[in-house]
């Protein structure tokens, strides 16, 4: 479907293109014979019409073509660059970049929202243990469970190795916390296996909420999330802690 639409709007744009062509060399020919008085014709008006309906149409279905396919690598360019190709989630610099615009999105509604911070929990022992295959197994598995579990709304990000952000507008601490023990009970029922052996893990999750009367900061919020994945991993791992304000 998508390439019947490229080639329609090739098409498209090589028709007008074309019949820019025809009136422009028409409307020149017509004024080049006035200037010099000369008679015009039929054949001279034919033939000036003949030629760029000819020529165009070769000329710019290359160029065309090619300005076409430029710029579908430009967003494949753009799309390898904002998405981690490991866990499927975006990159932390375009994940960071996103974030702001949904903040304030956010605030102008005078709406809530959360942020997570995930920690992959003792990640460097699953590496030691299995290999960084193992451990790459282990972060695909995981990416496809954030995925599966979150809202089409809300924005997932690694921001390093085995860790991961997530932004969720318009949600309270109560369905924030219901969503992050979700996350936790689709993991231990999504087994990750490599190379014939089973690799069990868990992750810690720090949850920090900003109500729709808060005007806490974007980077205070991430902060605070971080704060809580600590108090998560204090706790014992493999569970959800929530930033309290004192």
Request: with cysteine; proline share 3%; net charge negative.
């Amino acid at each position: 479907m998508l390439i019947h639409d490229v080639k329609f709007g090739r098409l498209k744009i090589v028709a007008l293109i074309t019949l820019f062509s025809i009136v422009a060399s028409e409307l020149i020919t017509m004024v080049s014979l006035r200037l010099f008085d000369s008679e015009i014709d039929e054949v001279t008006i034919f033939l000036s019409a003949l030629v760029p309906a000819l020529v165009a149409p070769c000329a710019s279905w290359y160029i065309v073509g090619l300005s076409i396919k430029i710029n579908q690598l430009k967003e494949e360019l753009q799309i390898i660059a904002s998405y981690d190709k490991l866990t499927g989630t975006m990159t932390r610099t375009a994940f960071l970049n996103s974030c702001e615009s949904v903040y304030d999105a956010v605030n102008r509604k005078e709406s809530s929202l959360a942020i997570y911070y995930i920690d992959v929990d003792d990640f460097k022992k699953i590496n030691d243990t299995y290999g960084h295959p193992g451990g790459d197994a282990v972060l695909k598995a995981f990416g496809e469970v954030l995925q599966n579990c979150l809202r089409k709304s809300d924005m997932l990000g690694r921001i390093g190795g085995e860790e991961f952000a997530v932004v969720l507008p318009h949600i309270s601490v109560t369905d924030a916390l219901k969503l992050a023990e979700k996350l936790l009970s689709a993991i231990k029922q999504s087994p990750v296996f490599y190379s014939g052996l089973h690799i069990p893990y868990s992750v810690s999750i720090g949850i920090t909420p900003n109500e729709s009367s808060n005007k806490t900061s974007l980077e205070q919020l991430f902060k605070q999330a971080d704060h809580a994945l600590y108090q998560a991993k204090l706790n014992g791992k493999a569970c959800v802690a929530v930033f309290l304000n004192e």
